[in-house]
């Protein structure tokens, strides 16, 4: 095909789709409206799909309709691909975008309803019922598989994984009963955790245990969620880090610079980058994260959150294989956001360079505090003149600001992070 029809097509929003060195009009052969179903190389076994090349133009559906679709959708749109999107919510974050389609998240009917309507598909959340992701897998074409969410569904499997690719994780058991329990804390020590293999996000589904009372009452309540339980040892670290990782299916690999996270409740609070952390734990962080990229096979993002113990021993808490509240920082810093790197994995596009502009704080924006934001947003501010800093606003257009419930974040960009450290202490924004 030659380039000028190359372009006459992409003016026209038509698309073009390659397979190997063969590129050819979306709905000629490639997955077109009504034969996509038909001609998506098939992933029978949950892995990947044979590599295709996905040009600006197509159709890119997204399975959630939260913030990290909204912020796919703005990165891919500039790029210009269209997005449809499948939520239970009317109007979600990402619907707002992006067509959606407002249906629950184990509708096949609507989930084959999103794979007609796109070119490629790809998650926003873990939690994507895996019956669908398996059927969606096979049926159309999903870069990214299911095998890696399954895999990241459950704490067990998780941790298996990541010991596999050679990493470390905090040494952990599997919890059946009461006396598993008692058995388990006496042999892990206390503190510990305990938490739900399945469903946990932002601290929901965990357990501190401090002393030997604390575990009749904990496992009382997580018989409750009725899924399995695992018990974590308590890791005592100096800071938690984040690396990114992105991997195209051809395998290139790039990896974001680690962010520092300090969380607050269990809900991350901010991420500071550069981490302050000296350059072998930067090094060995990123060098974790290509492994378990790699062992995983994975395609897209995947985040790794990691403790650094006090004596530098990594340990890798968890993954998340899709953009990552950590990685917002990206959006203004780097040359490369999160959100294009990952378009740019999923079409098989060479990746960008994930390489640091400047120092930057991002910091949550919670239900509690948009009202103090807004209020800051309308005003001069002399003191992020005086200190060097340009905060960065993004919201996610959620109707309802409710308490703790993500609602935006700001990225402060600044000569360094001490900078915008202090300007995120000043002001007015989180005080509660
Ligand atoms: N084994 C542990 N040792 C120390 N802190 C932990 C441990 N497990 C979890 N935490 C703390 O709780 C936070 C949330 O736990 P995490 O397993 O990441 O669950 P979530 O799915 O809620 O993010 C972590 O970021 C960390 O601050
Ligand atoms: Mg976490």
């Keep these: ?3 000028n029809r190359d372009l006459e097509q992409l003016l026209n929003g038509e698309g073009i789709s390659c397979e190997g060195d063969v590129c050819g009009p979306i709905g000629a052969g490639f997955g077109g409206p009504g034969e996509r179903q038909a001609a998506a190389p098939k992933a029978e076994d949950g892995g990947s799909a044979a590599a295709r090349t996905i040009l600006p133009g197509a159709t890119i559906g997204i399975l959630g309709g939260g913030q990290l679709g909204r912020m796919l959708a703005h990165a891919g749109g500039r790029m210009g691909y269209k997005f449809v999107t499948l939520d239970p919510t009317p109007d979600a974050p990402c619907g707002q975008t992006a067509d959606q389609i407002v249906a629950g998240y184990s509708d ?10 796109s070119d490629v598909i790809t998650y926003e959340f873990e939690n994507v019922d895996a019956d669908v992701a398996a059927m969606l897998a096979s049926e159309s074409y999903v870069p990214q598989g299911s095998d890696l969410l399954h ?15 050679g990493a470390r994780v905090a040494p952990y058991a599997e919890i059946a009963s009461l006396e598993g329990l008692r058995e388990a804390a006496a042999r ?14 932002d601290g929901k589904g965990q357990w501190v245990l401090r002393e030997e009372a604390d575990l009749a009452p904990a496992w009382a309540e997580a018989e409750q969620a009725g899924t399995a339980l695992v018990l974590e040892k308590f890791i ?23 962010a520092e996270n ?5 809900i991350l609070h901010l991420s500071i980058v550069p981490a ?6 930067r090094a060995e962080a990123e060098r974790l994260a290509v492994s378990i990229a790699e062992t995983l096979g994975a395609v897209g993002l995947i985040a790794v959150e990691m403790f650094v113990a006090t004596d530098g021993t990594l340990y890798v808490n968890e993954l998340a294989p899709r953009p990552h509240n950590s990685g917002h920082y990206t959006m203004e810093a780097s040359k490369t956001s999160q959100f294009e790197q990952h378009i740019r994995a999923i079409c098989d596009l060479p990746l960008g360079d994930p390489g640091l502009l400047t120092p930057v704080v991002m910091a949550n924006v919670l239900g509690e505090h948009v009202l103090p934001l807004l209020d800051w947003m309308r005003t001069a501010d002399p003191e992020a003149a005086r200190l060097g800093v340009e905060p960065k606003v993004h919201l996610y257009g959620k109707a309802e600001a409710k308490h703790k419930r993500k609602m935006g974040h700001v990225n402060v960009l600044a ?9 995120i202490a000043q002001s007015n924004i989180w005080r509660v």
């Excluded at 005592?236 to 680690?258: K, L, M, Y």
């Design 276 to 281: 302050r952390v000296d350059d072998t734990i």
């Design 188 to 201: 892990l020590g206390l503190p510990a955790v305990l938490k739900t293999a399945t469903g946990g996000y």
């Design 151 to 165: 895999t990241t569904q459950h704490r067990l499997r998780e941790k298996r994984a990541i010991e596999a690719a």
């Design 1 to 3: 095909m030659s380039l």
């Design 108 to 117: 096949r009917k609507a989930a084959r309803e999103l794979a007609r309507r």
């Design 415 to 423: 000569p360094n992070v001490e900078a915008a450290l202090a300007w």
């Design 236 to 258: 005592v670290f100096d800071r938690e880090i984040s690396v990114i990782a992105a991997r195209r299916p051809s395998g290139e690999i790039r990896t974001f610079p680690p």
């Design 262 to 266: 300090v969380h607050v409740r269990n």
